[in-house]
């Protein structure tokens, strides 16, 4: 008598695998609405059998047993290589699953920085298959999974980022997202999933900061803020992407610094834009504030059918510094981007 249509799907994957038979019986032949009927007609089979069976033949009961595992066994394993090949895939696109111990040696010290802006497959996965990460950090909201992780704030001012007990923390290296950008070098990036591998060698110093996209999201509200600390100039480049499933005519990005207009381009529906401006230093900050127009409520446009009430910009993808004198250069993506309300 189990709700079964509520019960079969992807959860089912990690909570109750017996269920797993059911639903590939349910996707390939009978379908999920007869599952019920299934279950009650195998259930009165095996009853009748257990009563009806001879004594001497009583040992073809665990046979049976054993038999259905067998069999069972096939379903189950074709779910868990779907999903695990599917949770990979989310977390890394490097070449190599430990792409960072290639890079640093699995006995390196490398320090994670969860930001909330990524998607949280990137730290799981890397954590798994990279023997190196050994301390975790976050900068908002703790990662699910009970990592054992450090709640880290950062001085506005100077950018250094310091532990629970206010000292600076120090580290070789540093792995986090490109919405977090660290004084140090990048030397090696899972560029698709938009995760930098820092060389760092020191106390930690956020050299700027993304405000406005929703946690564990590339989304914008109506406006996103990029300040970059000790600031002597060059430019940032943004890359902007909406969707279609909420707009239909052209978005429009627009930087200001201050009540100046740096900037502005046009979205369509469809389309992958970029935007570069000029960062204008003011003490010894820049900051620029994109403005998104028009903005929409998935919740609203689908008329419930998405129920997403969060108000909705647009994509921002990567953020991209170039010093004076430097040309725009090809920056990190600050994590996958998603359809309306996902």
């Not at 003490?283 to 009430?309: E, I, K, M, W």
Request: hydrophobic share 40%.
């Amino acid at each position: 008598m189990l709700p079964f249509k509520s019960l079969i799907g992807l959860p089912a994957v990690s909570d109750t695998p017996s269920l797993l038979p059911l639903w590939s019986l349910a996707s390939s032949y009978v379908g999920i609405g007869n599952i019920r009927l299934v279950v009650i007609l195998a259930a009165a089979a095996a009853g009748i059998v257990f009563l009806v069976l001879p004594r001497r033949l009583v040992v073809l009961l665990p046979l049976l047993v054993f038999a259905y595992f067998v069999v069972s066994q096939k379903p189950m394993e074709a779910k868990y290589r779907q999903t695990s090949i599917l949770d990979l895939f989310a977390g890394i696109t490097a070449p190599h699953p430990d792409w960072i111990d290639r890079a640093v040696g699995r006995d390196a010290h490398v320090a994670v920085i969860w930001s909330g802006n990524t998607d949280r497959y990137s730290i799981w996965e890397n954590e798994f298959f990279n023997r190196s990460l050994r301390g975790f950090y976050y900068t908002q909201q703790p990662l699910a999974g009970d990592l054992p992780e450090t709640p880290l704030t950062t001085d506005r001012h100077s950018g250094l980022m310091r532990g629970p007990d206010g000292r600076p923390v120090r580290a070789s290296y540093v792995l986090t997202d490109g919405s977090v950008a660290l004084a140090g070098r990048v030397i090696r990036q899972d560029t698709r999933k938009g995760m930098l591998l820092y060389r760092v060698g020191g106390p930690l110093r956020q050299t700027s900061f993304v405000e406005g996209l929703y946690p564990q999201d590339t989304w914008s509200g109506p406006s996103v803020t990029y300040t970059r600390l000790a600031c002597r100039g060059g430019s940032v480049t943004v890359e902007l992407q909406s969707d279609p499933g909420l707009f239909t005519s052209p978005q429009t990005v627009t930087a200001f610094a201050g009540a100046r207009r740096l900037g502005r381009v046009r979205v369509g529906p469809r389309e992958i834009r970029t935007l570069t401006v000029p960062l204008r230093p003011s003490r010894g900050t820049c900051a620029v504030l994109f403005a998104v127009s028009p903005t929409a409520v998935p919740a609203v446009v689908t008329n419930g059918q998405n129920p997403d009430p969060r108000r909705l910009g647009i994509h921002f993808n990567l953020f991209s510094y170039s010093p004076p004198g430097h040309l725009a250069a090809p920056g990190s993506r600050a994590a996958k981007p998603r359809s309306a309300g996902s």
